[in-house]
Nanobody, 124 residues
């Protein structure tokens, strides 16, 4: 089992920044690919970003590319999502998730473990 706890969400104005954290405990953190997803009210959970086990490879949804940066610290067992130039359409609950293989990294159904989510609200 892997337990994930997100933090860092909040209310920010358009153009502002937030840094989300996801602290992991349980099994060896560096064994897992870590993804970030978001879900707006009444909508499906959507892929945001993913980072590989070592932190050397990342991938982003087109909607956040150039504005968001994912990183991880395998010593502190934490993955981060730096969000800059935020827009109202970024408003959602943000979730981190873990999986132990590299297949289907953009599909939430392929992830085994999930955090409880953290709310991000961007005001216009």
């Amino acid at each position: 089992q892997v337990q994930l706890v997100e933090s860092g969400g909040g209310l920010v104005q358009t153009g502002g920044s937030l840094r989300l954290s996801c602290a992991a405990s349980g099994r060896t953190f560096s064994n897992y690919v870590m993804g970030w997803f978001r879900q707006a009210p009444g909508k499906e959970r959507k892929f945001v970003s993913v980072i590989n086990r070592s932190g050397t490879s990342t991938y982003y949804a087109d909607s956040v590319k150039g504005r968001f940066t994912v990183s991880r610290d395998n010593v502190k067992n934490t993955v981060f999502l730096q969000m800059d130039s935020l827009k109202p359409e970024d408003t959602a609950v943000y979730y981190c998730a873990a999986k132990d293989d590299v297949v289907g990294v953009t599909d939430p159904r392929d992830y085994e473990y999930w955090g409880q989510g953290t709310q991000v609200t961007v005001s216009s």
